[in-house]
């Protein structure tokens, strides 16, 4: 019988406050995080607390498989720098207005 483990996060909005991220050996994709990934430790089935693991769960922009990441890797990305459809880094046919005032 296969067991799927769902994977679990604590948010953290103020760690981690853009909208966006670059992640380093993925070059040109952008990323969302969600926060700090956290695992059952020994207490979890009677104190219903899990423990942080140190990393981070992200997504690829318009993906929805999720990756644990150190989030020393983890780089904010300015808004426009990336495109929210695709995903791509410098990609800009999302439709966004990008031009300077």
Not at 24 to 38: L, S
Not at 48 to 67: F, Q, S
Not at 75 to 93: F, K, S, T, V, W
């Amino acid at each position: 019988m296969q067991v799927h483990k769902r994977t679990k996060w604590e948010n953290d909005d103020a760690a981690f406050p853009a909208d966006a991220y670059s992640v380093d050996g993925y070059p040109g994709i952008a990323w969302r995080v969600f926060g700090w990934e956290t695992q059952p430790d020994e207490d979890t089935v009677w104190s219903g607390i899990e423990e942080r693991t140190g990393n981070v769960i992200c997504i690829m922009v318009g993906d929805d498989r999720r990756y644990s990441i150190d989030p020393a890797n983890v780089h904010p990305l300015d808004d426009l720098d990336y495109c929210a459809e695709c995903g791509q880094i410098g990609c800009r046919h999302d439709g966004r207005d990008r031009e300077t005032a």
